[in-house]
Every structure is written in C-alpha cells, then in structure tokens.
C-alpha cells in the first residue's frame, strides 16, 4: 500500500463527486466497457484474453515490436483524431481509456479482404514465420494513418525501427511497404518475374502490373528495374472489389462528443488506479499516496514490475493533465511539461527550430538529433521527458544533454508551491533525485542557445536503433572572441553511462574555461578527462577500456564539429584538414537497394515458381494461430518453472510453503513427482528433466509450479525458496580445458596427410598460429518457447500441441517423463513463430515438464516461457576455441593445417558432439590443404547446455578458417582473396574425412560473385576512400562458404509423408517437417501440386503430427525440403500408378474426375512415402566416410563504413551469389538467404552474450546478463545493407535431390560473417594509419567495442595496449 499521510482509511477522491469508474474503449470499431478490477492488466492480455490474438507476445518489455497495435484518441483542442502505434505489452489496460484501439484484425482479414498494408506484405513475401508479421503491419499502418501526406521512404524505414524479425532480414518488408512512399522515382528491389500467364508480377505487391522495364525481362528469368505506381487509392479487396478507404475504422463518434471524466479504478491485489484531469486533484492524490507511481508511458515502471519484481500499489495516470502536458515558447526558453511524449517533444522541436533562427536552437537540434537514437517509434509514442527525467536512469540519453545546456526543472509539492533546480543539481545518486516523496515534476525549461553558443550530443549503443546507450554525453560550449581568439567563457561536459548518475567532468570543464578554443588544448583535456571519468574494473556495464575512451573520443569530436560549425560560418580562417572531416560527418542512412537475381525452371504446374507462402496471407492479418493462440480446454492451468539460481551447487532443501498461500496455487512438482524416468537427453541421457540433489547451471528446471493464471503461476514459483551450497564452477573454455572438463566420449580426430611430417619436412616457408575465440548466439525466435498439454480419457492419453521443430521428439521425452508408450503421447505443431535450431531438443524438456502436473493433476496445463526465462534457460550456439597453426609456401599454398577446437557444451551433451563433428568437417571451409589434422573436444562447462542453431557447427568450423586465411594474408602481405583463389578445391579432391568432391561449383560462383561486386574497383574506391579519411574507414572482404547437406547421423536422413486425394481433387500432404517459416509447407506443396498437375491452391497442408507420420527427424541440417520433398513425390507416385489405369482412359476433364472416378472404382487414394538419403555414412572409429549427399555453395560480398573513434559501423553493400540448382522456389529461397545472411551478420557483428564468468565478473556467476532484447541486440531494419544484392547461379541442376534443387537454410548464415571480415579490413586501414601493419585477432562478434579498440591510437593507447583484446564469454 503506498504511505499515506492523511485521509488514511478514507478514499481520496471522496470529497470530489466527478470520479468515474466507467472506462470505455472501442476496439476494431466495438465499444467494450472495460470492468473495474483490471488495473494489472496491459493491454495486450487483454486484447488476447478477448480473442484478438493477431497481437503476439514477444518479449513483454517494448523491444520487439510483436504486440504493436495503433491507437487514436481526439484532441479536443485540435478536434482531430490522432492516430500513433504503441506497444501493447508495456500499455496499462486502462491507459487507453477514451482510445480506440485497432489491432491487426481491424483492419481486414480473409473474409473482409486484406487492407493494402497486409497484402503488399504477404505478396512480397515479407512474412516468413509471421510471429513479427501483425506488428509490422500495425506500425505501417499506424505511419498511413497518423501521415497527413504520403511518408517519404526514410519515414517508412524509421517507423519500423521499433519492429524486429528473425527470419526475414527486413528487405522484403522495406521493398513492401515501399510502395506507400511518396517517391516514385528511387530504385528498389530490382526484381520481377513472370507468371503463369506471362503477366508481369509487380516486386512490391506480387500483383499483376505494369512496372517492369519491357526489354529486361528474359523468359524465365527475373531482372531489373521498375517504377511502380504508388500510393493511389486502389483496393486489393479480392471479395467484393471496393477500394480499402472506404472501410476504413474511423474514430468513434461517441468517443469524440463524450465527457472525458476523471477514472478511478483497481485492480488486482488491491492496486489502485487514478486518472485525475487538473493538477489540483493529482497533488491531492500524491498528498495522500506518497509512494503513488505517476505514470504516463509505463516504459520504465512497466519494466520495472514485469521484470525486476517491483509492485505498486498505487498509479496515478497523468496524462490528462494540462499543466504537465503544456509546450510552450517563451522568453526564457522552452517550457516542456513533464508528461509530453517523446514523440511530441522531437515534432515541436522540430517546428521550433524551422522556425528560429539558427543560434538560438542549437540545444533544440541536439536534443532532437539525441531522439532519432532513442528508442522506437512505439515508445517514443508513450514515453514521457518527465519519465525519463524521474527514473533517473544512469544510461539516459537526454539527461547529460538537460545538465550540458543549463535545463531547469521546475517541481511542485503538493500544497502547489513551485521551486525551480537546475539539472546539473537534480540527479543525487543511482535513480534518486532531489525531489520529496510529496513533490512532482511539473516542468522543464530549455534554455535558449546564445550566438556562439553549440550544443552536440553523442551516444555509442551496441545497435545505432532502438538501443540504450553504453555512453553518452552532452557538451555545450559558449565563446567569446578577444584580441582575435575565441576564448571558451563557459563550457558543460557532461557523460552518461559512465557513473551512477550524469557526470559532469569538471576538472576539464575548469581547465577549459578561459582558454583559447584551439587544437591546442586538447591534449590536456584528454589528460584530464581520463581522471574526471574513472571506472573501476569491475564497474557494472564492464567494457571499461571501451567506455572510456568512448569519452575521449567524443570530446575529441565535439572539438572538431565546433571548430568546423565556426569555420563554416567564418568565425575561423583554419577549418579542419580534409581528412579530419571523417570525424563530425554525421551516420546517415540512405533508404535501401534490394536486388535479386534468379532463374526460374518451371517443373509441372507449381515446382520451380516464386510462390508466395501458403500461409502468408494468414500470417499479416494474424488469423495465423500459433500454440499461444491455441484455445485452452476448460479448467486447463498455467504453468511457471523453478529454476536454479546457482551455477553449481547442492540443493540443500526446498521451502513451497509461501507458494502454496500464493493467490490461485495449485501445485508444486518436484524430481520425486515424475512417474516415469527422470533422466533424458537425446542422445546420450545425462540430464535430469527436474533437478534433484545437485543444480549443474543457473536456469536449471528444479520443479514446476501449476496456478490459475499465468502470472499467478510465476508469482508462486517466485516464492519457492532453495537453499543451496555451493559449489566450484566451470565457467569457460578455456577454464574446462585447464582443468580437463570435458563430456565423456567427446575426443575427436580427423586427419588427412601428415601434419606433423609435413611442418618438419620444412616445405612450408612459414608457419603462423593463433586463437579464435567464437562467441554465441541467442535463438531469439520471436515466438519463446510454449506447449499446451492436456490427458485424454484422464491420463490414459496425453497430448499437446507445441512450438517445437521436433514434435517426434517432444512425443518421446513426455512419454519417457511420465511413464508411458509412445504410442499413447501425440504432439502436434501446426507452425512456430521461428526455431533457428533452438526448438529442437531444447522445447522436448520444457513440453515434458508441463506433462508432469497435467498427468498428475489430470488437467490440461499451459507452459508459456518469458522472454527472459527463454534466454537464461534454453541455451544457445555454442562458442568455440580454436587453436591453429598453419603451414604455407611463399606464394601462399597451404600445406598443412593443425587445428584443435572445443565447444562449450555447457551442463549436458545435448546435441554438442554432433556440432564439434560438423564444425570439424567444416573446418577447411573450401581450400585443398593436403595435410590436415583436427582434434575436437567438447567441453563440460557449468552453463545451460548449449544446443542446434542454424549451421550446427559449420559456421563456427569455418569462421576460425577465414581466420587462418586472414592470417596467413597478412603475413605475406597479400590479400586475403588471392590467398583464397589459391587454394580452392576441385572436383575430385577426397576431402579431409574421405569423401570425394564432386560437383564443385565454388569456382563458379566466386567468378560470378567477384564480377558482381565489381571486386578490382571497389577495392580502388575504398583505398581512395581511407587515403582521405582519417577517422572514418571502409572495408571490403569476399567470404566463400561450402556447407555439406545431410544429418551427419546418418539414421536420421530419413522422412515420411503421408498423401490423401480427396474427392474433389484437393490434397492433403502431411510429412514429417515442421514448418517455421521457412516456407517448407510450400515447397512440399509445389512438389506435390506439380506430381499430380494440379494448381497449388489443390494442395493444402494442415500440421505437423506424430500419429500421422511417425518417427519423424527434427526439422533440421536444411534437409528438409530434400528429405520430405522426396517422401512426399513417392506417396504421390503411388498414387499416380493406383490412378494411371482410370486415368489412361481419358475419360475425366479435371483432377476431380479423375479422384472421383477412382473413389468409385475403389482405389485406395491415399498412400504413405518414405524416402532415405542414399550412399551417406561415416564411421568415426576410422575418421572416413561420406558424411554428405551434397554440398551447397555459395559466396557474398560485403562493403562497410566504420567510425575509427566510436566504433560504429554500417554495412554499404552485400552481394551474394549461391548456388541452388534448380531452385524449388526461388522467392523462398532468396528470403533464406537474406534471412540467414542478416542472422550471421548479428551473429558475427552485433550479438553478444554476456556470461557471468571470470570476464564478467560484473554479472553473478554463471548468470546470463543480455537476457531479453533491451540488452541482447539483434539487428534491426537499420541493419540491412544499403544495397543488398542476391543472385542465384544459373544452369547448374543438382543430380542429388529432389527436381534437382539444393537445400538452403543453414549454408548462407556463415556468409553474414563478410560483414566481420570487411570491418576488419577498414581497421586495417585504420591502424595502419598508426604504422601497426601487423596481424591482429578480431573476435565475433564485432561489437562497437571490438572494433573502438583494435583501431589504436592516441585515445585507446591511454587505457589498454595494442593487443588488447576485449573479453568474451566463450
Ligand atoms: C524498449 C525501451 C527502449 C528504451 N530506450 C531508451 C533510450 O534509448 N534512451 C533512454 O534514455 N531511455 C530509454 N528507455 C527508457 C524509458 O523509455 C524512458 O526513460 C522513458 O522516457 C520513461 O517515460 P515513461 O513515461 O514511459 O515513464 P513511466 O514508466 O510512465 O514512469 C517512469 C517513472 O517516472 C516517474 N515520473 C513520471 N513523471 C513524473 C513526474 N512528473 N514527477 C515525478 N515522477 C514522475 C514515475 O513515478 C515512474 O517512477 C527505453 C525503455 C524501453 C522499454
Ligand atoms: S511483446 Fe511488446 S514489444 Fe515485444
Ligand atoms: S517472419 Fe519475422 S520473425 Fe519470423
């Protein structure tokens, strides 16, 4: 209860008889009266608990964009409706009262007919898994609404900001959406093919149209370019043909005319909600809840309560107050009201600024500027400057900058007195500030800037968008100009991110005042900088050397932009030299350049064509339902897990007694609960589904506990305590190696020639050797991790439907956890909303979890995983160690290669040995090296057992060879692509593990690749580009990757499929694959459709389920299409031979006649297919064998620009050739590529785990620290290369599977790692600036931090070495 000062027992709001607790709201066009008691809840389990689950769940924390939804609300003032998107999962339900709520259902469906926003997207093959899909229509749509004109492309580009996807890597959705943008003229996605009919298809829409370039197109095949009418009013309505806008929801008459009244409402566990109208009533309200929470945005508090435990017990909604929602410009500066949005703040500034002179504005441009980088769209729709302010986060972008430019903040008590406070004396300690529990802030003055007066700002984050800073500043200089100087009269040097509060360095700040502005002076500065910002080492955030050099770095900018700014305007004769310019040009972005280039071979009606995805059209109006959308049966529970919170202990006892009091409990289950075996594993059974004596890793499931509602669950598994003694843990490679920590039977030996002879026969000119570390990676499918279980006939069945990739496999482990026949489990998966790998093995133990209470307690239980539990407990892409040395002639022949590697298994086997085996197999990436020997190990370490993701190993097996190659580069001084050239290999060579290469393609597609990419010239233009730029750096690199297609446990290549013609001529196909976005469905389909000769829309594919296709492999290694696709063309051949002797009759006009006269002659139309990769196999006890059917090649480019001082980056090109065979489907296959190559990209560029280990010892050890998307940053629409170019190579079937096509997921991840190799090229221009021409390790991912300091000089040269290689947790 919050502290009350009076009016304890009495009802605040008694003496006032305006208080209402009638809250309406109008959802999709439907008034709903909202019922007193929901105050806990956001709006998006309500909207979800109402139906509308078009809305997904992704994170809970505003960092995905999953739950976006548009709200409209009617200014009185203006008497306009306003329209803007917001996150549904961080708005408190009764924030939007008065609102008009529209989700992704509102705006069309199937039925209704698609709104233009849903079908551009679904028709330019935007959506893969969906999960993200409604999000990212709800944020364009949001964008049309609230756009008086049509936006620009950046616009377009800047609203998605705030939206993630796993699968796509946002081209196509950017290319979709594109064609709401006011410009016509700008190229996009290049890209356009024919249909059956010989219409053009339109790249945007994916209708017919008239946008290609006549004379480009060639028969089958896709190419240039177009200009698309854009933006008119048409209707994509297939129903009834109206045009979209007359349907369009418009904001509720009784909305606008109705009396807004102040809301007083609860909710559960007695928490109270107020939303005054006049100031006077929230000082009333705050005088009696002293502890009350003011809320405007929610995005700190709801944070706060969802994930850090907090509860508050009174929230005072203040965003109808006039005073605190007031802009104003006055004499003083500007008055900001505490609760004015973000939004609204950037909007006005920027009005402010078009309309002042120049001068007066230069803190108004920086706080702008500032906002660009601050957060998405969806929160800087909400959030409030005054949240900000409060909160008083040490990481708050705009704090440094109200300190740097003199802001006042005026607050009020609650007896209405006002005192003003300057910034600078506002902030007192971590998230406290000089305001009395009976105080608010009501306002902030933003001074005005003075002639000679300039305000930057700066800030560094791990991702440029929609990230929290790692550092930032503000700095304000004022001048004066005597005797011909200009003399620095005042000056505001101000960090964040650096201490427990803003930080202004005033020891520099004295120093500098009073003396010359002039180059001069900067060495001191810098001298002194580095005393007023000290971190100490083990200072939360870490990244000590990299923080404080940022510091440096962005005084030393701030230096140069001002210098610049005076010269421009002729205050200065000595501007900056040229090169120094690099330094202050600010990072902007053009919109993006998608091309793609492929064949199209026609096989039968449908293999061979771009089809779109059979669900897409599901998937952007969220009629698509994934296992969170299932309907739960009646009396079913929900589920939360106890986890461990020790890394390694001893579980001393276990007290419930606080959970079992906890509201809506109804039951704990323990190790000693389970009916069946506790022991599990899928390969070899060294894990315990529940925990018993001893925990092995933090997020360790101990037990389950079952309750009424989701939260309720997790609160009572919350109040479970564990005592626990500790014990040693294993914490790195590195420490598992020093200390032989290694899984049983996990040592591994591959060996080609004679390593050691050849490197004493002194053949080699040189030997270099060296350590790769690899980092990790989180799945971050953007669906977590679910299942539904339920018993049939009271336990006698159980079944379930589950996100998972390996439904065989969740059929198993339930069956094994309680006790029963496989026979008697069934799990069905319709589709998931991603899996990459990790709903593989790691789903099966969380499905039999939740089987336990179900069985038990014989009620249907819910197991929904938080973004954050996902993340600590379901493990991740193994690091990697590798340790080479490698032997070479002058010319740069490799001869002999010796390798150790180990992963980090983490506390079970898992899938780890069959991931070292692959990475092992990888390890000569595509070079002919006749000496060869690899040792492999996997390493027992006391994390979360580390588990599949896409690449299984070969990524991590190839990374630490371009390694080796950029080693052996730069010790011969060559570039690495000769070196590559040098040594490809051939058809005909036997392959380190015995198997003989055939049909080698790389030589093709590395020609083709360079060709593209224009590689002599672009290498040209970025020397030219480095020789006059100091601080700025572009990089090149060309990666070739050959990924072998096969389950290297060779029982496993094997697939069922079952084929059922129906009377009418309709199909359907199930198999043994789970689709997850991959399009898999629809290529089985296509394979299908084309069998019979039939249209696609005659095949339908329904789920995935273990009593329709039994002893099912996961969905996996990329075989899948090769493997089903097989399966599923016998079943159909079966049939077809059934039907031939009707059908040879010629007597039938349709498939349907032909299915119906064959019903009644009795033929059995349904039939089972089976299929086994042929002639595959290794034997490990020899080291030999053929481990692959088929290898996938494939080959990229990429071009980047980094900020030597910052370590920013951007990636200014990618291209990419792969070779596919014949493609099934090119679209697909193309959105595979793009999608695994920004994954790789993030994988090696942008996405850090951070451990709790001897690196970090910040973190609790064996803590996961980057446990959601607020700290772990995959990228983003921002990441995507301005100019992202995909071909596939033409004429080249493959003789090896199905309509001899190749498979495509998991080969072009490894090819995002360009990105790492370009960006270590721009810093080894950068460092040879500095003369340090040498070798240099650069570990992945390459974070702002791993490239700030392997670009030494000056700055970095004060805080670490030369060598200083910034810690990972490997
Ligand atoms: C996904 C995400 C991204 C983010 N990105 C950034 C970022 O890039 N940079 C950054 O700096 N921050 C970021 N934040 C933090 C957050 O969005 C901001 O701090 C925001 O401005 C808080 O405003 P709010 O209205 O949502 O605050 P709320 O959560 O509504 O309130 C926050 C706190 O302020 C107090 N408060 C609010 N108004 C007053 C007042 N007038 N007087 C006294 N107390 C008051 C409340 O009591 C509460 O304790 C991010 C948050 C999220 C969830
Ligand atoms: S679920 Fe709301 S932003 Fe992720
Ligand atoms: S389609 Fe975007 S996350 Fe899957």
Known sequence: MGSLTRAAEEDPTAAEEEWSDEAVIYVNGVRRVLPDGLAHLTLLQYLRDIGLRGTKLGCGEGGCGACTVMVSCYDQITKKS????????????????????????????????????????????????????????????????????????????????????????????????????????????????????????????????????????????????????????????????????????????ELQLRKVMPLKLNGFNEIKWYRPLKLKQLLHLKSCYLDAKLIIGNSEVGVETKFKNAQYKVMISV?????????????????????????????????????????????????????????????????????????????????????AVGAKFQIIDVNSNVRTTLAKDFFLGYRKVDMKPEEILLSIILPWTRPFEYVKEFKQAHRREDDIALVNAGMRVYLHEAEGNWIISDVSVVFGGVAAVPLSASRTENFLTGKKWDSGLLDDTFNLLKEDISLSENAPGGMIEFRRSLTLSFFFKFFLSVTHEMKIKGLLEDGLHADHLSAVQPYSRPVTVGTQSYELVRQGTSVGQPMVHMSAMLQVTGEAEYTDDTPTPPNTLHAALVLSKKAHAHILSIDDSLAKSSPGFTGLFLSKDIPGVNHTGPIIHDEEFFASDIVTCVGQIIGIVVADTHDNAKTAANKVHIEYCELPAILSIEEAVKNGSFHPNTKKSLVKGDVEQCFLSGACDRIVSGQVHVGGQEHFYMEPQCTLVWPVDSGNEIHMVSSTQAPQKHQKYVASVLGLPQSKVVCKTKRIGGGFGGKETRSAIFAAAASVPSFCLRRPVKLVLDRDVDMISTGQRHSFLGKYKVGFTNEGKILALDLEIYNNGGHSLDLSLAVLERAMFHSENVYDIANIRINGQVCFTNFPSNTAFRGFGGPQGLLIAENWIHHIATELQRSPEEIKELNFHNDGVVLHYGQLLQNCTIGSVWDQLKASCNFVEARKAVNSFNSNNRWRKQGIAMIPTKFGISFTAKFMNQAGALVQVYTDGTVLVTHGGVEMGQGLHTKIAQVAASSFNIPLSSVFISETSTDKVPNASPTAASASSDLYGAAVLDACQQIKVRMEPIASKGTHNSFAELAQACYMERVDLSAHGFYSTPNIGFDWTIGKGTPFNYFTYGAAFAEVEIDTLTGDFYTRTADIVMDLGFSINPAIDIGQIEGAFIQGLGWAAMEELKWGDDNHKWIRPGHLFTCGPGSYKIPSVNDVPLNFKVSLLKGVPNPKAIHSSKAVGEPPFFLGSTVLFAIKDAIFAARAEEGHLGWFPLDNPATPERIRMACVDSITKKFAGIDYRPKLSV
């Open 82 to 253: 306003l329209h803007f998107a917001i996150n549904a999962c961080l708005a408190p339900l009764y924030s939007v009262e008065g609102m008009h709520v529209i989700t992704v259902e509102g705006i069309g469906d199937r039925q209704r007919g698609l709104h233009p926003v849903q079908e551009c997207l679904a028709k330019a093959h935007g959506s893969q898994c969906g999960f993200c899909t409604p999000g990212f229509v709800m944020s364009m749509y949001a964008l049309l609404r609230s756009s008086k004109q049509p936006p620009t492309e950046d616009q377009i580009e800047d609203c998605l900001a705030g939206n993630l996807c796993r699968c796509t890597g946002y081209r196509p959705i950017i290319d979709a959406f594109r064609v709401f943008a006011k410009t016509d003229n700008l190229a996009y996605t290049n890209s356009s093919s024919e249909n059956a009919n010989d219409q053009a298809i339109c790249p945007s829409t994916g209708k017919p149209c008239s946008c290609r370039n006549e004379t480009d197109i060639n028969v089958n095949e896709s190419s240039l370019s177009s200009s698309v009418e854009r933006y008119s009013p048409y209707s994509y309505n297939e129903i009834d043909g109206s045009a979209y806008n007359e349907r369009e929801l418009i904001f509720p008459p």
């Open 319 to 403: 965003t109808h107050i006039p005073e605190l929602n007031t802009l104003k410009v006055k004499e003083d500066g500007i008055h900001i009201g505490s609760a004015v949005r973000l939004a609204q703040l950037q909007n006005f500034l920027k009005k402010v600024i078009a309309e002042c002179d120049l001068p007066e504005t230069s803190s108004c441009q920086a706080i702008v500027r500032q906002l660009k980088w601050f957060a998405g769209t969806q929160i800087r729709n909400v959030a409030s400057v005054g949240g900000n302010i409060c909160t008083a986060s040490p990481i708050s972008d705009l704090n440094p900058l109200w300190i």
